[in-house]
């Protein structure tokens, strides 16, 4: 089964809205990044984390691994956050293990 | 931020032929990947490569795949021969350490 389970798969917002995207982990994850794959394919580094919760701006990312999740917060979303999120965990071995992604589109 | 350079960034060639991807890793970064990923699905590890030598590779890292980086220069994934089903985005990551993994922008790879 997936290891990485993302939800939702796909996502559109009104500009200016909030919403959460979740990943819950069915592996021993030890720490979990996010990124943001843009229309042209490049893959952007939103947030790196060990359990806890980090900040940048509009987005904000928590890591519970005792509970196996973790959680992308966007704020106020804008034209350019549409793309795919995608979550990733780290675990034994320095490899990641990728969700399936969240399709967002925010609209104006 | 650290920029992964991916040249080309799409590449077409027929079937049983050879292919070298390239990657340009962030300078001081010590670990180097690959992943692949077919068209709308996600990223799958391929390999991943420390110190002149392959870690850790998974199931999709069949035998005709081998990577190296000679002489510290480009960090290389080639195929040979190649299959219908190597079609996919090839996205090369360096990481300094074991975190944060910076991603290039990948190489399209068609093979009709």
């Known amino acids: 089964g997936d290891k990485v389970k993302q939800s939702p798969s796909a996502l559109s917002l009104q500009e200016g809205t909030n919403s959460a995207l979740r990943c819950n982990f069915s592996i021993a994850a030890t720490t979990v990044q996010w990124f943001l794959q843009n229309p042209r394919g490049s893959l952007i580094n939103l947030f790196y984390l060990v359990p806890g919760t980090k900040e940048n701006g509009r987005l904000k990312s928590a890591f519970d691994s005792k509970e196996s999740y973790s959680t992308l917060h966007i704020r106020d979303a804008q034209l350019e956050d549409s793309g795919t999120y995608f979550c990733a965990a780290g675990s034994s071995g320095n490899k990641l293990i990728f969700g399936i992604g969240t399709l967002l589109s925010v609209k104006p | 931020g650290p920029k992964v350079l991916q040249i080309p960034s799409h590449q077409i060639i027929d079937m049983g032929q050879m292919v070298t991807l390239n990657c340009d890793p962030v300078s001081n970064h010590l670990y180097f990947y690959w992943y692949k990923q077919i068209l709308g699905q996600q990223m799958e590890f391929l390999v991943n490569?420390?110190?002149?030598?392959?870690?850790?590779k998974s199931k999709l890292f069949k035998d005709q795949f081998s990577v190296e980086r000679p002489d510290g220069s480009y960090f290389t994934l080639k195929i040979q021969p190649t299959a219908l089903e190597d079609s996919a985005v090839y996205f090369c990551a360096s990481s300094r350490d074991w975190e944060t993994l910076y991603f290039g922008s990948g190489t399209r790879l068609t093979v009709l």
């Open positions: 490569f420390y110190n002149g030598k392959v870690m850790e």
